[in-house]
C-alpha cells in the first residue's frame, strides 16, 4: 500500500468535527441519491449503492436521512439531478490528483476545482493524464486491538479480499470493489468490529514527498476536499513513517 494510504488510514480515525458533519452528511446522501439513480435502490444489489451507504452510516447519518435520500435516487421523492465529474491534475512535485464531483452545476464545480489547483501551486490535466495510475478498490479498516492478521485474512478470504497490510493501529483489507460488501458484512458477521469502509482509487506509482514537499500537497487536497460539489480525492503522494507520525500529530 502507498503512504497515501497510511494516511487515509489516520484520516479514517479522526472523529467527525461537529462544525463539518452538516457538510459530510450533504456528501454522503449525495452519494446515495446518485447510486440508486445509476444501478437502482437495492443495496445488496448495487456495490455503488453499498459503499455510499456504507460511508454515510460510518459518518452516523440518520438511517431514515439515508432512506429518504435512496428514494430520491430512484425517483420515489423528489430530488435535484446530479452530474458524475473527474477532474486530473498535478500536485506540486509532480504528485498526481483525481478529484471525483457530484454537482447540479457543472460551471460552478469546473470553476471552484480550477481556483484551489491555481491558488494552491498546482495545475489541471487533460483527461486520461494520470488516472492511467490508479486502480479502483475496496478497502475495509479494522481495529488491529480486536483481531489477530490470520483470523482476519482467513474470514475476508472467503469472501473475495486480495490483501491485508498493516497500518499502525488498523488492518486495511484490500478487495475488488464489488467485493467490499461482502467483505465488509463477513468481517462484522464474525464479529470483528470495522472503522471504516469505501472504495478508492490506488495508485500504481507513487511520488515520496519529505516534510516540506508534503504541506503543499496536503493544503491542497484539503482544500479540494472542503468543496461542496467534491465527494473524494485521490492521489498517489507517499510520506515516511516518521513524517505520517509528525503530521498526524
Known sequence: ?????????IKH??????????KAFAKRLRAIE????????KVDANP?????VSRARDDSVPTDTILRAIKRGTGELEGVTYETLTYEGYAPGGVAVLVDVLTDNRNRAAADVRRIFTKYGSSLAEPGAVSWMFTKRGIV??????VSEDDLLAVAL????????????????TSAPHDL???????????????????TMEPSTTVELDRDGAGPVLKLLDALEELDDVQE?????????????????
Open 1 to 9: 500500500m502507498s503512504g497515501h494510504s497510511k494516511w487515509a488510514g
Open 13 to 22: 480515525k479522526k472523529a467527525v468535527i461537529d462544525a463539518r458533519r452538516g
Open 34 to 41: 446518485v447510486a440508486a439513480r445509476e444501478g437502482g435502490g
Open 48 to 52: 455503488t449503492l453499498a459503499d455510499a
Open 141 to 146: 479498516m479494522v481495529p488491529k486491538a480486536t
Open 158 to 173: 472467503q469472501e473475495g479480499a486480495e490483501d491485508l497490510s498493516d497500518q499502525g493501529d488498523l488492518w486495511q483489507v
Open 181 to 199: 460488501p461482502k467483505v465488509r458484512a463477513a468481517i462484522e458477521e464474525a464479529g470483528f468490529p470495522v472503522e471504516s469502509s469505501l472504495i
Open 233 to 249: 480525492v485521490h492521489s498517489n503522494f507517499d510520506l515516511p513513517d516518521d513524517v505520517m507520525a509528525d503530521l498526524a500529530g
